[in-house]
């Protein structure tokens, strides 16, 4: 079987990984399961702990033994872990599905930047990278379709259906994916396996620590990671108990949501659209100043669908926060593999930025649930809005160095 080009591949994976809807499988959890503020930050805090456990192993793992194998596994554990959250509408049980789809989660988290990156070169990725968020939304948008037509009749059957999906595309990736820019350690350079992969870790830790860059970039992961817990567990639950929804039809929030995420994808392909034509000419400084003002409009409008008190009001600020939050993302990804100038640690320094993230989500997560369950809804998504401002004030630093990180490049490199 011939298989596609890189970028071929990782396009047909942003569309069909993209499918499952996330708005269906959240308001499952509140209308079917029933979970409270607090239980829905835990399952999500729970997961990041996974992720916090085994992102940087799992980095290493895909540096070491390929990132093709190791973005298969991710594809297949997610998938199995999805069905099974939708087999079994109980708390616990949908706990430990989390906390596999965290581990499963944490095998691609850096292989499949490293992955995409290694084949293209990091000069070129950026535009890719927008270009497969583009397809993203796309592939969302028909899973938005399927979702809420197989809600309409069976919830828990459609988050059954995202999974089965998603292992079917992991098996596809086995067959489809190549994989000719990573390059495993030649006969004479093997070290004992376990031995190899301490190696590997210690390197990419290494490369990290003494690159000033990646650290700033680190912090504003960490910062961002513990705002977005509140922000991703609880949007739906604040509509459905907060806002208020019209009725229409016996399944009102699915359908609902359903509408206000076809308005987001609309308004993220003509965002990534505008952002694309950037990349040609960006700059560090430049990518410095375009995250700095989406930072920004993420942490406003955040902000004012915490506070809104009708329902146009939060669909607004819900669509400019979404389109913000969506292009942070491949900035982001692009200044940090520019910045990763050894290949054989990519994966274990992206691996070390979603660490990071997961930190900040883990530490945050259960703060800002019992906020929600003592002050309420909205005073834990306000916390959220603030939780933010610190990565808005790392990334005006940057700007002010044009990208740089001046002082600290100054400072002698850790030795170990």
Do not use: C
Not at 307 to 333: D, E, H, T, W
Request: no cysteine; net charge neutral; proline share 5%.
């Amino acid at each position: 079987m011939r298989r596609p080009s890189a970028t071929t591949a990782f396009y047909a994976l942003e569309f069909l990984l993209s499918i499952p809807a996330f708005v269906v499988i959240a308001v499952y959890l509140v209308r079917e399961v029933g979970l409270d503020p607090l239980q829905l930050i835990l399952i999500g805090t729970v997961m990041e702990a996974a992720v916090f456990v085994f992102e940087i192993p799992t980095g290493v793992f895909a540096d070491t033994y390929g990132r093709k194998l190791s973005i298969v596994v991710s594809i297949l554990l997610q998938g199995v872990a999805w069905s099974l959250v939708g087999l079994v509408p109980h708390f616990i049980p949908i706990l430990i599905a989390w906390a596999l789809w965290g581990f499963g989660y944490t095998f691609m988290s850096g292989a499949y930047e490293a992955w995409i990156t290694d084949e293209v070169g990091s000069d070129e990725v950026g535009p890719v990278f927008v270009r497969g968020e583009r397809l993203g939304y796309a592939g969302a948008l028909v899973g938005l379709g399927l979702g809420v037509s197989v809600a309409a009749y069976d919830l828990s059957l459609s988050v059954v259906l995202a999974g089965a999906l998603t292992v079917a595309v992991g098996l596809l990736a086995l067959v489809a994916m190549p994989e000719t820019g990573y390059r495993r350690r030649q006969p004479g350079e093997e070290r004992p396996k376990v031995g190899e992969l301490v190696a590997t870790a210690r390197e990419g830790a290494r490369f990290a620590r003494r690159t000033p860059i990646i650290l700033l970039l680190l912090a504003t992961t960490f910062f961002a990671g513990a705002a977005s817990e509140a922000f991703d567990r609880l949007r739906e639950a604040h509509f459905i108990r907060d806002v208020g929804l019209p009725q229409l039809g016996s399944l009102d929030p699915v359908v609902w949501f359903g509408i206000f995420g076809v308005a987001s994808m609309v308004v993220g392909l003509v965002g990534t659209t505008v952002l694309l034509r950037h990349f040609e000419r960006a700059t560090r400084g430049g990518m410095a100043r375009l995250l700095f003002v989406l930072t920004g409009v993420l942490a406003a409008g955040w902000m004012v669908f915490a506070l809104a008190g009708n329902l146009a009001l939060a669909v607004g600020a819900l669509l400019v926060a979404g389109l913000a939050r969506s292009l942070v993302g491949p900035l982001y990804m692009t200044w940090l593999n520019q910045q990763i100038t050894d290949s054989s640690v990519r994966a274990t320094v992206i691996s070390i930025s979603g660490q990071a993230d997961a930190i900040g989500q883990t530490a945050g997560g259960p703060v800002l649930g019992v906020i929600g369950n003592v002050l309420g809804i909205r005073a834990a998504l306000v916390a959220a809005a603030f939780v933010l401002t610190p990565a808005l004030a790392l990334y005006g630093r940057a700007m002010r160095h044009g990208g740089k990180e001046p002082e600290l490049e100054q400072l002698p490199a850790p030795t170990s």
